[in-house]
């Protein structure tokens, strides 16, 4: 259950390297994704902008919310994007498979003393993202 | 339900159940490109008497959320969302004549929305109900960068400043901002009341950024803001 992952706000430090790290981490986890997608033909059309995009929101939000530690900001997130990224075209599973991507990439990016702040925030998103992909039926 | 609608059209909405549906007439006749006839709808309201405050409400700003929920569904378009967005600050600015008239109490408030916030009614309707509560207003809108908002509250000599925030990502805005106010000696006293989505969702989360007090709505905003200056 996501709600047990305890989640408490970063150091200022953590922050600013992520800050400076965020474009970084962005351009290489939309790669990563776009490489990975199955999706092909007419599918791909607008992937990458698509990517691109909701990356970025990722970024922007962690960005937020590590500043604060309120985990019921990605909640509402999730939730958010549960009812509103289908109609962008984007599933359930692959919101899933590039929050793993995003996360794989920050551990790549930022140093260890900086990811290790961060990943539990990711940890929440994959853990109630997973539980939205199990039960979208 | 035609009846109904033109009940509503013809008699005084006198209790809630009948603004709510006047509420969701107005959004029915937005959702159909009739802004005039929205607009009819909210003045022949105030000719009959339905108090601002309870427009504002159940027209505006349940016309507003049930937007955002059509839109995050898909049931309407961007541009619909647009179209409503704009025609109600249309109208409501054709209210003013009716908000400004209200007696002075000599208090004055700053609503602003921080940089990069886009979404600016909820600041307006802040600013709105603290206007018919007496209170002389200085709303400075969307996206206003920090050093532009401090400026402000320095010449102006504000009692209390109210943020408005929609998008979780200006989250960290909104603290840097308030950590900046608190770091400016002539402004740092100010009273700082928070509201927005993110704040009705994390109840804790105004006290994290450390702003004075959060109301969960325009209203409540006022009475909030009367009981923080009431406190030394």
């Not at chain 1, 909701?54 to 919310?65: C, F, K, P, S, Y």
């Not at chain 1, 509402?76 to 509103?84: E, N, S």
């Not at chain 1, 551990?107 to 961060?118: A, D, G, P, Q």
Request: hydrophobic share 40%.
């Amino acid at each position: 259950m996501s709600e047990s992952i305890r989640l408490l706000p970063v150091k200022e430090e953590t922050v600013k390297a992520f800050s400076l790290a965020k474009g970084e981490i962005t351009r290489k986890a939309t790669e990563v994704a776009l490489e990975r997608s199955p999706k092909k033909g007419i599918e791909r059309t607008n992937l990458k902008e698509k990517y691109d995009k909701g990356l970025q929101m990722v970024g922007q939000i962690l960005e937020a919310v590590i500043c604060v530690g309120e985990k019921a900001l990605l909640q509402d997130q999730l939730d958010w994007g549960k009812t509103r990224l289908p109609h962008e075209g984007i599933s359930p599973e692959e919101v899933l498979e590039n929050l793993k991507i995003y996360r794989a990439t920050i551990r790549e990016v930022l140093e260890e003393k900086y990811s290790s702040e961060i990943l539990p925030y990711l940890d929440f998103l994959i853990t109630g993202q997973d539980r939205i992909t199990r039960n979208k039926g | 339900m035609n009846r109904l609608k033109e009940d509503l059209r013809d008699s005084d909405p006198v209790d809630i159940e009948s603004y709510k549906e006047l509420g969701r007439l107005y959004l029915e006749t937005l959702l159909k490109n009739d802004r005039h006839g929205a607009n009819n709808l909210v003045l022949k309201a105030v000719e009959r008497d339905m108090p601002l405050q309870d427009i504002y409400i159940y027209i505006f700003q349940e016309s507003q959320h049930e937007i955002g929920r059509l839109w995050e569904s898909n049931r309407i378009t961007v541009a619909q969302e647009h179209y409503c967005t704009a025609a109600t600050q249309n109208i409501m600015s054709q209210l003013y004549p009716y908000i400004f008239s209200t007696k002075k109490i000599g208090r004055l408030l700053v609503a602003t929305c921080v940089g990069g916030e886009l979404h600016e009614l909820g600041a307006r309707m802040v600013a709105d109900f603290f206007e018919m509560a007496g209170w002389d207003t200085y709303y400075l809108g969307a996206n206003t960068p920090s050093e532009s908002i401090i400026k402000t509250l320095e010449s102006l000599k504000a009692d209390l400043l109210a943020i408005s925030v929609s998008m979780t990502f200006n989250i960290a805005a909104v603290k840097n901002l308030i950590s900046e106010i608190r770091a400016t000696e002539t402004v740092k006293g100010i009273r700082i009341l928070v509201g927005g989505r993110p704040f009705n969702v994390a109840e804790d989360l105004w006290r994290t950024v450390k702003a004075d007090g959060f109301a969960p709505d325009a209203k409540r905003a006022v009475e909030a803001a009367e009981v923080l200056l009431a406190s030394p």
